[in-house]
């Protein structure tokens, strides 16, 4: 997805349209979803902004081109400002899967693709597996491609709900895979998940109740959460187990997985954890 050397095309180009100083500046990486470019541009440039799309569009081949900003929020919504194009709405590819999108109203995180693909190889056909997170399917969609696993996914995005209901019929597994469109925190099931997938950052540990709810008497869960590096290892696995044991249950650690730098001293690590009801 990403691509860390400057076409000399795009240089060759630009370098006609601004002033030589601000060609160093021009970004050297950008992430492709689909046929959708983000681009990192740095201020000074803001002038040029909408030609560098442009140029850049044409060269490497896309239909539109934002600016790459910052992912906020409950529903973890970008805010990315369009440069080139209007239709930001495409279908990516990665490890056979299809995910079709909204590249400007949907986070899609290319650093967390090694979860999205270790997915694929964690379920069995017999399991049931509960995403109490769904998106549009960024890591249920692989355990049902691939794993075959009955899958829930929920999401509480209207926009967002509408693709991941189109990717489980483009991915062909309306058989196996159910979405509801609610808040978890109202999701009706209890004691019937072998997996679950926490997949959420910042205020994960609020929702491990609700998991434990959901959980078979014994499960496997997938947590993630945002974890300031000066509380590693200990965290974030210590804060589950104490609220695991409020809930009445026990937590052993299987694995640990640093998915991605979340700010300047933050992590965005997943645990593996098996749970058992006391
Ligand atoms: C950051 S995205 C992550 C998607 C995917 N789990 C991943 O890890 O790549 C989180 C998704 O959870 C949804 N979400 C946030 N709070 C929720 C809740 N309480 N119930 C259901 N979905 C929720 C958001 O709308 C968003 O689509």
Do not use: C
Not at 59 to 65: D, L, R, S, T
Not at 77 to 85: F, N, S, T
Not at 111 to 128: G, I, S, T
Not at 186 to 197: K, S, T, W, Y
Request: proline share 6%; aromatic share 8%.
């Amino acid at each position: 997805m990403r691509t860390q050397v400057i076409k000399p095309r795009i240089k060759e180009i630009l370098s006609k349209e601004l002033p030589p100083e601000l060609v160093d500046l021009l970004p050297k990486r950008w992430v492709k979803i689909g046929d959708v470019l983000l681009l990192p541009l740095r201020k000074e440039l803001e002038p040029y902004k909408y030609k560098i799309a442009e140029v850049y569009a044409q060269v490497i081949g896309a239909k539109a081109v934002l600016r790459k900003g910052h992912i906020k929020g409950e529903t973890r919504k970008p805010d990315y400002e369009i440069l080139y194009g209007s239709d930001t709405i495409t279908v990516h590819i990665e490890n056979g899967i299809k995910y079709k999108l909204d590249v400007a109203k949907i986070m899609f995180s290319p650093a967390n693709v090694k979860e999205r693909v270790r997915m694929a190889k964690v379920a069995k056909p017999h399991e049931l597996v509960v995403d109490m997170f769904a998106g549009i399917g960024h890591l249920s969609l692989p355990i049902a491609v691939y794993g075959k696993a009955k899958v829930i996914a929920i999401e509480k995005d209207p926009y967002t709900f509408k693709f991941l209901v189109e990717n489980i019929q483009l991915n062909k597994v309306e058989d196996r895979m159910m979405a509801y469109n609610m808040d978890n925190r109202d999701f009706p099931g209890e004691n019937i998940a072998d997996r679950i997938l926490m997949g959420y950052v910042v205020r994960t540990h609020e929702f491990i109740p609700k998991a434990l709810s959901i959980a078979k008497d014994e499960a496997i869960i997938h947590y993630h959460n945002t974890v300031p590096e000066k509380l590693m290892p200990k965290e974030p696995f210590e804060t589950f187990l104490k609220i695991a044991k409020e809930h009445g249950y026990e937590a052993e650690k299987l694995n640990e997985l640093k998915i991605k730098r979340y700010a300047p001293g933050v992590w965005h690590v997943v645990v593996d954890v098996r749970v058992y009801k006391k």
